[in-house]
């Protein structure tokens, strides 16, 4: 594809409990002209969603109310066609939440802490697919 993106019509929705997390992927993804929505939960984060259209969704995996799997799981019953990116640092026992998220619909995962640029590079790898 050779066309241009206008990453200002793109709009991505961030869900993660942890307010420093949520704030610090809002401020990357609107230095490079995204629009953001934030939710702090899978809760709040799927009526959002259900209520507005989303170009991609990045959340959390470990959070209260609805964790991020079952909100991937939500989001991908709704819309199968939505990119999600799945976020998480918390491992049990050697699994890993970020591989069970892909098996679950996840498009892409990362793993925290990661870069604001490994955020950026996986969001326009994401839209470009």
């Known amino acids: 594809m ?3 993106v206008d990453n200002s019509k793109i709009r991505i929705l961030v869900i993660d409990d942890d307010d420093l997390v949520r704030e ?3 401020l990357g993804l609107e230095s ?3 629009q ?3 939710a702090n939960d899978g809760a709040v984060g799927l009526k959002i969603a259900s209520q507005d259209e989303f170009d991609l969704v990045i959340t959390d ?3 209260p109310n609805k964790e991020g799997i079952e909100t991937i799981q939500e989001l991908r019953r709704a819309r199968p066609t939505l990119k999600i990116i799945a976020i998480s640092g918390g491992d049990r026992r050697g ?3 970020l591989e069970i998220a892909e098996k679950f619909g996840a498009s892409k995962t ?3 802490p990661f870069r604001p ?3 950026l590079r996986c969001v326009q790898d994401l839209l470009a697919e």
Do not use: C, D, P
Request: proline share 0%.
């Open 61 to 63: 995996i470990l959070m």
């Open 117 to 119: 640029q490994e955020l």
């Open 110 to 112: 990362l793993r925290k």
């Open 32 to 34: 490079a002209h995204y």
């Open 24 to 26: 610090t992927i809002k």
């Open 95 to 97: 699994g890993s939440f």
């Open 2 to 4: 050779n066309e241009t």
């Open 36 to 38: 953001v929505v934030e």
